[in-house]
C-alpha cells in the first residue's frame, strides 16, 4: 500500500520553448518569511528557482515575471510547497496563512492549481497515517493484523478519493497529482488513460512530455518482454492434426513464411476472413508461404466440415478441441477470434492480427509480388 510520491522531472527545452507569462498577487499572512519563490522541484527533491517575490510587512506581494516553460511550478514560502499550473498567460492569487499554507490556503484564477493542492493534502493524509501505521507495527507485532485491518479500510477510503479526484477532473493538467498514486505496472490502462487525458489538456508543458516519454518507453520494454513480442521466435507447439492421430509441429515449418491463424468453426468474423486467406495463401503458396490454422473448436465434426466448407486448401490444422482452454491458445494468449501472427523463415514473429489486404500486403513487401 505504500504511494510513491508525485515528482516532477524536468527537462529543459530547447529555444522552441513556448514561455509563459505569470501575474501573480495574494495576500500571505502569518508568514515565517518575507520571501516567496517561484521554483521547479526535480525528482531528487532539488529545487530551481527562478524568481523571488518580496512580501510587505502585511504579507501583501504583487509581481509579473516570464518563466522558461508552460509547466508545472512551485510557490514556495518557508517549508511549505504550492503546486501552480502555468499556461501561456496566467493572473493568479494566493491568499493562506504562511505557517500552514498547505492547510489553510485559497487559489484564485486557476482552478486546475486548487485542485492540485487539494489532492496534494489528501496524499500527504494517507501517507501520514501509511507510515505511523508502519511504526507502530514495528514496535509491537502483535498490533499487526489489527493495523493491517484498519489500513485496508483507510487504504478503500484513499481510493474511493483518487476515484473521486480523477472523476471530477477529466482532461485537466490537476491529474498529474493522481500519478503519484497510480502503480503504472500494476495499473497500466488507468495510469495510460490518465497520461493520455494530461497530455491532452496540456500538450506544451516539458513535465508532461517526460511523462508521456517515460510511460511510452515502458510500454515498449513491457512488449519487447512478452513471448509474442515482435522479432522473437515464436513459441514453438505440436499438436494433433484433423486426422486425430498425427502431430503437426510448428517449427517443422521452419523455412517457410507461415501465418498462424487461431479460428473456430462458429466464430461469425473468422468465417467470413477465411476466403481472404484462401486467395491469400493460393497467391504464395509457391512462395513458400504457408498457413497453421489452429482451431478452437470442441466438436471435431463441425470442425472438418468447416475446413471443407471453407475450402482451407493448406496441411497444416490443428486442434486439441479444447475451446478457449486449449493449451496453444494459452500459450499464444488469445483473447478473440480471428487472431493471427505472422512468422518470417526463421520463425520470428513479424506482425500480429493482419487480415484480408493488410495480410496480402504484408506478403507483397516479403515476395514482391
Known sequence: MKLLNVFFVIFFLNASAQKAELNLSGSIFNSPTDSLF?????????????????????GNFNTS????NQDYYIAKIGTSDLHLVVREKNDIKIYGDGRKLNEFCNILGSEESNAMNKFDKTVKKWQAKNDSAMVVISKDKEKEKEINDYMAKEYYNFQNKLKSFVGSNQNSAALIMALGSVNMEQETDSYETIINQINKSFPNSVTVKQYVKQFEAYKKKKEEDLPLAIGKVA??????????????????LRGQVVLIDFWASWCGPCRRENPNVVKTYE?????????????????????????????????????????W???????????????????????????KNLRGPALEAELEKIFGH
Do not use: C
Request: charged share 30%; aromatic share 10%.
Open 38 to 58: 517561484i521554483a521547479q522541484l526535480f525528482n531528487k527533491g532539488e529545487y530551481k528557482y527562478y524568481d523571488t517575490i518580496i512580501l510587505d510587512k502585511k
Open 65 to 68: 515575471t516570464t518563466l522558461p
Open 235 to 252: 513459441p514453438d507447439f505440436e499438436e494433433l492434426g484433423v486426422d486425430r492421430k498425427s502431430k503437426i509441429k510448428l517449427s517443422d
Open 283 to 323: 497467391k504464395y503458396k509457391k512462395d513458400g508461404f504457408t498457413v497453421m490454422s489452429v482451431s478452437l473448436d470442441k466438436d471435431v465434426k463441425k470442425w472438418k466440415d468447416a475446413i471443407s466448407a471453407d475450402q482451407l486448401s493448406w496441411p497444416n490444422h490443428v486442434s486439441d478441441l479444447g475451446g
Open 325 to 351: 482452454q486449449s493449451k496453444v491458445s494459452r500459450l499464444y494468449q488469445v483473447g478473440s477470434v480471428p487472431f493471427t501472427i505472422l512468422l518470417n523463415k526463421k520463425g520470428e514473429i513479424i506482425k
